[in-house]
T-cell receptor
Framework: GAVVSQHPSWVICKSGTSVKIECRSL??????MFWYRQFPKQSLMLMAT?????????EQGVEKDKFLINHASLTLSTLTVTSAHPEDSSFYIC??????????????FGQGTRL | GENVEQHPSTLSVQEGDSAVIKCTYS??????FPWYKQELGKRPQLIID?????GEKKDQRIAVTLNKTAKHFSLHITETQPEDSAVYFC?????????????FGAGTRLAVHP
C-alpha cells in the first residue's frame, strides 16, 4: 500500500510553454499533498501544501502564479509550471498523506519529475 | 524560523561498520521525525520514523533516538552493507503525522565500501 505515482517522470519543453505534472495516490485517499523542488545534490525544498478542495498554501518566496497547484480530488493533485524558463529546470517531487495506509499517516513520495 | 541541521554532509564507512547521522531541530513544537533514504534519481523512501512520546525505535539494523530536551535526533545503521549507500534525509514536523509540512535537513551522503 501507500503508492504515490507521479507523471511524467521527465519532460523537456520550450521556454515560455507550460508544463503540467500529475501526482496520484493509487491506493489511499490523500487529503493533503505536498510539492517539493530539489536541485542536484541538495535537499527537498517545500513549495506548497495542498488540501483537497481548497487553495494551496505556498511557502515564502514561491510564486503562486508561476506554480499553479490544483487538488481537485482525494487522489489527484497537479502542479503546472507556467511559462517555464531554464531557471525552472529542477526535480519536482510530490508527496501525499492520508488515512488508510496501514494505520500510518506519514508522507509518501512520488517518483519525481525532472523538468 | 523552522530549521533542521543535519551532520555530517558526507559519511564514508567500511562494510560492516556502523553509521550515525545526527539532526538538530529548532521548532520546539515539532513532534514527528521521519528519516528518508534517497537513491540517485529516485524518490525518497521512508525508512523509519519516531514520534515525540518515544525516545528510541528500532527496526532490524536501523534505529532512531530522540532527545526532546536537546532537540536532536539521530539515525543509527549497524552492520552496514553496500546497498545502504544513498543520501539520507532527516525531517521534522509539528502534529502527529504526515498532514503537517516536513522541514528537511540538508542530507547526508553515505558511502559504504566493500
Amino acid at each position: 500500500g501507500a503508492v504515490v505515482s507521479q507523471h511524467p517522470s521527465w519532460v523537456i519543453c520550450k521556454s515560455g510553454t507550460s508544463v503540467k505534472i500529475e501526482c496520484r495516490s493509487l491506493d489511499f485517499q490523500a487529503t493533503t499533498m505536498f510539492w517539493y523542488r530539489q536541485f542536484p545534490k541538495q535537499s527537498l525544498m517545500l513549495m506548497a501544501t495542498s488540501n483537497e478542495g481548497s487553495k494551496a498554501t505556498y511557502e515564502q518566496g514561491v510564486e503562486k502564479d508561476k506554480f499553479l497547484i490544483n487538488h481537485a480530488s482525494l487522489t489527484l493533485s497537479t502542479l503546472t509550471v507556467t511559462s517555464a524558463h531554464p531557471e525552472d529546470s529542477s526535480f519536482y517531487i510530490c508527496s501525499a498523506a492520508g488515512e488508510g495506509v496501514s494505520g500510518s499517516d506519514t508522507q509518501f513520495f512520488g517518483q519525481g519529475t525532472r523538468l | 524560523g523552522e530549521n533542521v541541521e543535519q551532520h555530517p554532509s558526507t559519511l564514508s564507512v567500511q562494510e560492516g561498520d556502523s553509521a550515525v547521522i545526527k539532526c538538530t531541530y529548532s521548532d520546539s513544537a515539532s513532534n514527528y521525525f521521519p528519516w528518508y533514504k534517497q537513491e540517485l534519481g529516485k524518490r525518497p523512501q521512508l525508512i523509519i520514523d519516531i514520534r515525540s512520546n518515544v525516545g528510541e525505535k528500532k527496526d532490524q539494523r536501523i534505529a532512531v533516538t530522540l532527545n526532546k530536551t536537546a532537540k536532536h535526533f539521530s539515525l543509527h545503521i549497524t552492520e552496514t552493507q553496500p546497498e545502504d549507500s544513498a543520501v539520507y534525509f532527516c525531517a521534522a514536523s509539528r502534529g502527529t503525522g504526515g498532514y503537517n509540512k516536513l522541514i528537511f535537513g540538508a542530507g547526508t551522503r553515505l558511502a559504504v565500501h566493500p
